[in-house]
């Protein structure tokens, strides 16, 4: 009987484990989709919002890690038991960077707010919306235990950098020809940064899924297509131009 009764609380446990993540996830969704309207809307108000919101997903996850160093020193998990508290650590930290990142484009969103005009930020649309995507595929990945769909989201990180590197040689650009636009141009860049490692994470989120349901991560290297590092734009005009 008290086997029985141990092996239900178990279980109840790991259920409210598997909750907070669903919870955290789902959070950062919301946070980062608000995130998003305020740069479009250049709305400071909700933006101040979002960055004082950024707590609960911190207070979130010292919960979870609380639970699961208790899980680990009384229950002494094996198998599918132990990838899934072990998973839960990691994916915790990725949703609070996560959540970091999404307060850091409300940010920048209260100073563009200020600015006088502007700046172009059209752009930005796909990758944010690409992102948003990923976040909530992934935190239905979670939830449903799909790998398959964790994949799909490992898939799209590769497409995220390629957009952020033709965001960076396009802001660039813009800023040489309108310099007026610097300031503002210059934050953009941030937030597509900060789009950007919102992908990564959820790329991470989506491989400790994967681990978690087959035992082991994504065999194949990651596509990466950030190459902003490289990237030059020439200021200088042809010769005889």
Known sequence: MSTGHTVAAFDAELAQLHRIIVTMGQRVETQFAAALECITERDAEKAADIIRNDAEIDRLELE???MCVRLLALRQPMAKDLRDIVSALKIASNLERMGDFAGSVAKRAVTLAALPVAPPVASLSWMGQTVLGM???MVRAYETQ???LAMSVRNRDGDVDSAY?????EFLTYMMETPT???GCTHLLFVAKSIE?????????AENVCYMVQGR?????RVKGDLSSFAVVNDRPEDGK
């Open 64 to 66: 979870l890690e609380g």
């Open 135 to 137: 976040i909530r595929d």
């Open 146 to 148: 799909d790998a398959e």
């Open 165 to 169: 590197t033709s965001l960076f040689r």
């Open 181 to 183: 636009q610097i300031t």
């Open 197 to 205: 490692r919102i992908g990564d994470h959820a790329t991470n989120v």
């Open 217 to 221: 991560l994504p065999s194949e290297e």
